[in-house]
Each structure stands twice: as structure tokens, then as C-alpha cells.
């Protein structure tokens, strides 16, 4: 699923996607990652599905939001509901 697939122009300009909040969840995950961890991989190992690492992504703000990859020992959350989170995205950017 690309998150980009319901998207449109708008007259002519590339839309920026709006992203939902994340709120803490107790069903949350967090560990520290080691070396070869990336959003795509543990979107993968957890989800079943590398395209929704944008979702590990936007829960942890405090990492760069421009590259797959985390440092090794960066502890990380990993959010317990992705379909929650991908209704309130397409909720979000329906036009």
C-alpha cells in the first residue's frame, strides 16, 4: 500500500500529505536497535508490510524523517494499531 495512491493535485502542485498524531498506545512496542535495523525492515517484522514504515517513522520525531535508517542503539516505539493510524491518515488527506 503506498500512501501516496489516493493523493491528487491540487491545480497543478504537488500535495503534501498530512500525517496524523500517534498518541501513546500501553500495546506500543519499544526496544533498541542494532545494526541493519531500518523503518522498512520493522515495518515488515511488524506490520507484514515494509511500505507502512512511515508509520514507525512518524511516531518517533526525534529521528531524521528523511532516511530509512536509525542509528544502532536508538530506542524506538513501534506502534500497536496501524490500521487506526491509516484510517486517520486517509481521513486526513481525503479532498
Avoid: C, H
Amino acid at each position: 500500500m503506498s500512501r501516496y495512491n489516493e493523493l491528487r493535485d491540487i491545480q497543478g502542485k504537488r500535495y503534501v500529505p498530512k500525517y496524523p498524531d500517534i498518541p501513546l498506545n500501553f500495546q506500543d512496542q519499544y526496544f533498541i536497535t542494532t545494526e541493519g535495523d531500518r523503518f522498512d525492515i520493522l515495518a515488515q517484522q511488524f506490520y507484514n508490510d515494509s511500505s507502512l514504515w512511515w508509520i514507525i517513522s512518524i511516531a518517533n520525531p526525534q529521528l531524521p524523517q528523511n532516511s530509512l535508517y536509525i542509528t544502532p542503539g536508538t530506542q524506538i516505539r513501534v506502534p500497536f494499531n496501524p490500521a487506526d493510524i491509516i484510517q486517520r491518515y486517509r481521513s486526513l488527506n481525503s479532498l
